[in-house]
């Protein structure tokens, strides 16, 4: 079993900024990717960055030069930063990560979600 905790959350005027972080726990050789997604009432869930294991992170384009994501491989934890934030940024907040048990096996998890509300 693995479980993800999303953390940093909250209310933030726009402009403001915020980070999340997401600690993963429990059975894990190593993590490849760790991701952070978004779902608002009505709407699929979209994908806001993935942060690669060999340094690469990919950026939806409504957060790019706003996001970034980064992570700690020591503590299998991972984050982002979220600047110069707007309304429709208001989301529950998603983080993901794909988990190695051993060489070969794997595992996409998900964390509970974390509100992230953004006011005018």
């Known amino acids: 079993q693995v479980q993800l905790v999303e953390s940093g959350g909250g209310s933030v005027q726009a402009g403001g900024s915020l980070r999340l972080s997401c600690a993963a726990s429990?059975?894990?050789?190593?993590?490849?990717?760790m991701g952070w997604y978004r779902q608002t009432p009505g709407k699929q869930r979209e994908l806001v960055a993935i942060?690669?294991?060999?340094?690469?992170?990919v950026y939806a384009e409504s957060v790019k030069g706003r996001f970034t994501g980064s992570r700690d491989n020591a503590k299998n934890t991972w984050y982002l930063h979220m600047n110069s934030l707007k309304p429709e940024d208001t989301a529950v907040y998603y983080c993901?990560?794909?988990?190695?048990?051993?060489?070969?096996?794997?595992?996409?998890?998900w964390g509970q979600g974390i509100q992230v509300t953004v006011s005018s």
């Open positions: 942060i690669r294991s060999i340094g690469i992170t």
């Open positions: 993901n990560a794909d988990v190695y048990y051993n060489s070969l096996s794997r595992r996409l998890w």
């Open positions: 429990g059975s894990i050789f190593r993590i490849d990717s």
